[in-house]
């Protein structure tokens, strides 16, 4: 994918589909896909950035699906959960959960989600939306998606954690508004279901890991393990 690749998300099923055929030619990188590998801070993306087209019906899941079922055929490959065909699964129980879970954007009333005393404070919700004071003060490793409408996994995950268990203790529901808002790929369910799994609030309540903004920033850069950086 060239340098523009993230700049200008040109939209339309032709465009899906050129997209694809360029990643699917990557054979030995789409059979050694491994997501928690990916790097957020390279020059040109190191996902597939496929997100944003099959949110808006311009690729399909089954399409991607069996394609990667070719490049995969007679050769050793990566596996679910951290496979191409991985993302494609996680994509699928998160819309199935959406589907089956009254108020599943919502803690209140939501049967998988914990419901915790978040705080209130508009002053560093709008600070870490703008990625400026006070969120600035503590040299925040990521950047809101601007004008791009994308970012790696790892900086939301990041982001996240920073709003809401790490950091801030704002609520999930706040972040997701605001990814909702800034986001292509932003889909309402895996939107939801990801900012309760990465609260800790919902799927997964033992999560230890805490992104630290400065070290996973520092580590990250330096070509470390992604995503392993601790306060």
């Not at 993230?6 to 032709?14: M, N």
């Not at 789409?30 to 928690?36: L, Q």
């Not at 311009?58 to 991985?86: F, I, M, N």
């Not at 279901?193 to 330096?222: C, D, E, I, M």
Request: hydrophobic share 35%; glycine share 6%; proline share 5%.
């Amino acid at each position: 994918m060239d340098s523009e690749a993230i700049e200008h998300l040109y939209p339309g099923e032709g465009e899906a589909l050129c997209r694809l055929d360029q990643h699917m030619q990557r054979v030995a990188w789409v059979c050694n896909f491994k997501k928690p590998e990916t790097e957020p801070n390279t020059l040109t993306p190191s996902t597939t950035v496929l997100s944003p087209y099959m949110k808006f019906g311009c690729l399909s899941a089954r399409t991607l699906w069996w394609r990667l079922t070719d490049v995969y055929r007679g050769k050793q490959h990566s596996e679910p959960p951290v496979s191409l065909h991985g993302q494609l699964l996680w994509r699928e129980f998160f819309n199935t959960a959406g589907a089956g879970i009254p108020n599943f954007h919502r803690m209140e009333g939501n049967s998988v989600c914990v419901q915790v005393d978040w705080d209130t404070n508009e002053e560093h919700l709008v600070a870490w939306r703008e990625v400026r004071k006070p969120v600035e003060d503590r040299k925040a490793s990521y950047r809101l998606p601007a004008p791009e409408g994308w970012i790696h996994h790892l900086e939301l995950h990041a982001m996240a954690c920073f709003l809401t268990r790490g950091d801030l203790w704002i609520s999930w529901e706040e972040g997701m508004k605001v990814f909702e808002d800034l986001l292509l790929d932003a889909d309402w369910s895996l939107n939801a279901g990801n900012w309760q799994w990465l609260s800790t609030s919902g799927f997964f309540h033992q999560l230890f890991r805490v992104y630290s903004p400065v070290a996973f920033g520092k580590k990250t850069r330096k070509g470390t393990t992604a995503g392993k950086a601790k306060r």
